[in-house]
């Protein structure tokens, strides 16, 4: 009989063969950790970069490199906040934001083929399942919570 644990841990390692290596997106080099870096400053107005740090669960040191990276790539752009030169704030650069649709697009496509093997109740099923899973891991005391605003 398959447990919970062994039918996570299989959706996860197929879901993460779609995602093991990075992509190429108009000859730049995007790894996983990139493209979720890119996702939540594209879907916010301006953030910190500790907001977004906290956002993936990442520690600030690993985060500021992967965003000198970035600003390396032209893809982000790093600013003092007005009100307190201490923070910085992140925004996508016109390369950023057309990488971050490519990928997105990508991953749209690669979730539509999956979801193409199922009837529109079980799809409508899933999407359901994964979001009361998620809801009870927000409230769960040993899972990691990323911050949401």
């Known amino acids: 009989m398959e447990t919970k644990r062994d039918t996570f841990q299989t959706m996860m390692k197929r879901f993460g063969l779609l995602n093991k290596n990075s992509c190429m997106v108009g000859g730049l080099e995007i790894t996983l950790v990139q493209s979720h870096i890119l996702y939540e400053i ?8 500790q907001e977004v740090a906290e956002t993936l669960g990442i520690d600030i040191s690993t985060f500021s490199r992967q965003i000198q990276t970035l600003i390396k790539m032209k893809l982000v752009r790093k600013t003092p906040s007005s009100q307190d030169k201490r923070i910085y704030l992140l925004s996508l650069t016109t390369e950023g934001k057309f990488v971050a649709a490519t990928v997105e697009e990508s991953m749209e496509q690669h979730l539509d083929e999956i979801f193409s093997h199922m009837s529109e109740f079980e799809q409508e099923t899933v999407l359901h399942s994964m979001k009361v899973l998620n809801e009870a891991m927000a409230k769960s005391t040993v899972c990691c919570k990323p911050i949401y605003k």
Not at 43 to 49: A, D, I, L, N, T
Request: glycine share 0%; charged share 60%; aromatic share 0%.
């Open 42 to 49: 594209d879907k916010r107005e301006e953030p910190s970069m």
